[in-house]
């Protein structure tokens, strides 16, 4: 089937009804569909390079009217019982699921993902619904023992209002689920901006917030999308109708958002790049480092905020392990995404190809020695798509190329002597999102968690740096933006704490016992 066939049927299953020629609308709020003022913004499929669909994206002006929509409905939303909002979530959950292989398959289409990987990335939002649900029950705040007799202090955890959702390009629905999700629950409305690479993926999953809040006859206004690229990001993080961004994608995105919205003290939930590393321990079973490597290293094409970047192994066995990783990149399935058998698709586009040979070239300049791979593949892939096949390069430690995140599929070699060494090497980077150590000595892999090992929001021992659960919390340190979504705790980020204190007797005794007679 041709891909524009495709979108069609896609968009038949889903009940999007539009007509095949006509650019889509820029601007949802809830379910009116709002032709966009800006300009034309044409989406192709990393796949072969051809066009899947026209959006007419929303102007400035637009995005404050998906902000009005947003505002408008929260008093509504936020006096629903959080268990009923969970009602809501959990119907969402139930449409995901039906849709489960529809929603693949624009992933597929728009991300270039394979199946098995767009369909773990629809499982993510099924697993957070699954999560919300029970949470909705759960919103629990602390008492607190008073000074003061017959008093109790307590903490409420209330919602918080309109939350501006701005996501990145590769996890075109679950990045959006971890927030959206849990900010449903905690009471809040949602403006959602995605990538102006994935509005087709966004679209869809709109689509069911809509299908299940009609099934509830709930005001789908609670919901609503905004097409557009920077200038609608930074409409959203200046208005102050919206107390909470979260916004995923690069650092300096990051930076940007981060300085617009504390300019009106709004608040930031950031989730920026990352520069993965792992360890790997002369005792550690290579078997099973293998497999973790290539999984964590190559995984939709080195596209992974998570994706493991640079291998810090012990010089006694850099060769072996060196060599078993060339080995194994040989036998990689690298093709169009469509076809079952392929576990690598395409780069998201020729851009990322240019970064990725940049990188490699600044590798070589750095002293750095390609083991394998870094060329584009034109054979047995389909003509128009980017596909490549993944670098491994060798360097020396503490080189400035390997302190940066390059988008692509390309994994840095070095090796270390003492283990204090390895983990000098590992967190000497600006970033500190995802880490793994691979070991059998029990006392490295607790001293690789501990607080002179990883600086990272996640380390792993004896698993790779990416494919993290929902039911973890997921963040990093430092330039990856100290933000923290999805599992644990993350919720109370979507809601603002009230302390609560109440007097039940009939005096007012003040605090530190100060006495004000009047
Ligand atoms: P990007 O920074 O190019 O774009 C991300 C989003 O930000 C897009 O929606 C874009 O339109 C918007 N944007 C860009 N400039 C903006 C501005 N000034 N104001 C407001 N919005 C703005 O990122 P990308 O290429 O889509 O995604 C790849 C990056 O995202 C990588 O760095 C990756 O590591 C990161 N990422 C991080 C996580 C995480 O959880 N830490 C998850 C996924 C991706």
Redesign the pocket.
């Known amino acids: 089937m041709k891909v524009r066939e495709s979108v069609a049927a896609l968009r038949k299953s889903l009940g999007i009804h539009h007509p095949s020629d006509a650019p889509f609308a820029g601007l949802v709020t809830g379910d009116r569909y709002v032709a966009g003022e800006g300009d034309i913004l044409s989406i192709a499929t990393p796949i072969d390079g051809s066009e899947l669909a026209r959006f007419k994206t929303a102007s400035a002006h637009q995005s404050c009217e998906a902000i009005r929509s947003a505002s408008d409905s929260y008093s509504f939303w936020r006096s629903i019982p959080a268990p009923q909002r969970g009602e809501l979530v959990r119907r969402i959950g139930n449409i995901a699921r039906e849709q489960k292989q529809t929603l693949a398959g624009f992933i597929t289409l728009e991300v270039g993902k394979t199946q098995q990987e767009a369909l773990g990335e629809v499982q993510e939002w099924i697993d957070v619904c699954d999560f919300a649900v029970g949470l909705s029950r759960q919103l629990h705040g602390l008492t607190v023992v008073s000074e003061r007799s017959q008093h109790r202090l307590m903490e409420q955890w209330l919602p918080l209002g309109p939350v501006g959702i701005?996501?990145?390009?590769?996890?075109p629905v679950a990045?959006w689920a971890w927030n959206a999700m849990l900010a449903l629950i905690c009471g809040d409305t949602l403006v959602w901006?995605?990538?102006?690479?994935t509005p087709l993926c966004a679209l869809a999953c709109h689509r069911v917030v809509q299908l299940a809040a009609e099934q509830l006859d709930i005001s789908p206004q609670i919901s609503n999308l905004v097409i557009g690229?920077?200038s609608v990001?930074?409409t959203i993080?200046e208005d102050d109708r919206i107390p909470l961004v979260s916004?995923?994608?690069?650092?300096p995105?990051g930076k940007?958002?981060a300085q617009t919205v504390a300019a009106r003290l709004g608040r930031t939930l950031l989730?920026?790049?990352?520069n993965n590393g792992m360890v790997i321990s002369p005792t550690a079973d290579l078997d099973l480092a293998l497999r973790a490597i290539v999984f964590a290293a190559v995984g939709t094409t080195g596209q992974r905020?998570t994706s493991l970047r640079r291998l810090i192994v012990h010089k006694t066995i850099l060769e072996r392990l060196s060599a078993a990783i060339a080995e194994s990149y040989q036998g990689l399935r690298i093709g169009d995404p469509r076809e079952e058998t392929t576990i690598i698709g395409p780069l998201i586009g020729e851009h990322s190809f240019l970064q990725m040979q940049e990188a490699l070239d600044q590798a070589r300049q750095q002293g750095g020695e390609l083991l394998c791979g870094g060329d584009r593949i034109t054979a047995k892939v389909p003509p128009g798509g980017v596909y490549v096949e993944p670098a491994l390069v060798k360097m020396p430690a503490q080189t400035d190329i390997v302190k940066q995140?390059t988008?692509a599929p390309i994994l840095y070699v070095m090796e270390y002597e003492e283990f204090a060494q390895a983990v000098q090497i590992h967190n000497d980077v600006p970033q500190g999102?995802s880490s793994a150590i691979f070991t059998e000595d029990m006392r490295e892999a607790e001293r690789f968690l501990s607080v002179n090992g990883s600086d990272c929001g996640i380390a792993n021992v004896n698993i790779g740096t990416s494919g993290a659960e929902i039911g973890g919390a997921?963040?990093?340190e430092k330039e990856?933006g100290r933000g923290r979504e999805s599992g644990t705790d993350s919720w109370r980020n979507y809601m603002r704490r009230a302390t609560n204190t109440i007097n039940y007797g009939d005096e007012l005794p003040l605090a530190q016992g100060i006495e004000f007679d009047i």
Request: proline share 3%; net charge neutral; glycine share 18%.
């Open positions: 701005i996501t990145a390009f590769n996890f990045v901006k995605p990538s102006e690479k690229g920077a990001g930074q993080c916004a995923t994608g690069s650092i995105m940007k958002v989730e920026l790049g990352g905020c995140e988008f999102l997921f963040g990093g990856t």
